[in-house]
């Protein structure tokens, strides 16, 4: 298999073995109280869009469902335009069932993968390969942002992958600042929408929202992939 052979996360999860886990593979390994009320982000609360739990990201990677399956072209689009590098650090935000996150192993980049959904990263854990370099970890972003364990300027890449629509953005930039090392990059991929779909975990962006992604940042350089819009973000003003 090749650096740009895709993986796809389109398959429902696999069972995991039975036996004991290591102990950086339990849940809780978390970023926030599971017991915690599930967080309000502040998109949903100034527009009134709908919100979604736990239970409903749940289902959603049980049956099986993905925002888009990964494929070779978008991974040669991220190797020519981020030019990824063995060493890297990197965290992939909303990391869903990992396909993204393996693919940032397989260029030599040591990845965290986040994610609400206990379904999905059950299926990440179980679903490899590894490499070596990539692990994933339950986390509540809306309630607690980028964990504090992940130090100040420590980050190369902060990759969210069809999953910023779905949170605070306007806290979880602050935080994606914080976090970039210099010369570092955020990866926003998701899908232009006119308006809100009926189903809120199909959601995107409206093209002004896209757009103000920009704001911020000395260097904004948008792509399309297929029906998907890409926007690489470098050297955050005042950082």
Request: charged content about 25%; aromatic content about 8%; hydrophobic content about 35%.
């Amino acid at each position: 298999m090749t650096m740009f052979e895709a993986y796809s996360d389109s398959r429902p999860p696999r069972p995991v073995e039975n036996g004991p886990k290591p102990e950086h593979e339990r849940t809780p390994d978390l970023c926030a109280d599971a017991g915690a009320a599930p967080s309000v982000p502040e998109w949903a609360r100034t527009t009134g869009r709908t919100t979604v739990g736990v239970e409903d990201w749940d289902r959603y990677h049980r049956d099986g469902r993905t925002a888009r399956v990964l494929g070779d072209i978008e991974i040669r689009e991220f190797y020519e335009h981020a030019k990824p590098r063995e060493g890297m650090q990197a965290v992939d935000l909303g990391c869903g069932r990992g396909a993204w996150t393996r693919q940032l192993g397989r260029y030599g980049i040591r990845t965290v993968g986040y994610d609400f959904s206990p379904v999905a990263i059950t299926a990440a854990r179980a679903g490899g390969p590894y490499y070596g370099r990539i692990s994933f970890v339950w986390c509540d972003l809306n309630a607690e942002g980028i964990p504090l364990t992940v130090e100040p300027g420590s980050v190369d890449i902060v990759s969210m992958r069809m999953s910023l629509e779905h949170l605070d953005w306007h806290r979880l930039m602050g935080d994606v600042r914080r976090v970039l090392a210099p010369g570092g990059l955020a990866y926003v991929m998701t899908k232009i929408m006119a308006e809100d779909p009926g189903d809120p975990l199909e959601r995107g962006m409206s093209r002004d929202q896209f757009g103000d992604l920009a704001e911020g940042w000395s260097s904004a350089t948008p792509y399309r992939v297929g029906t998907h819009s890409v926007m690489l973000l470098r050297e955050p003003v005042g950082y």
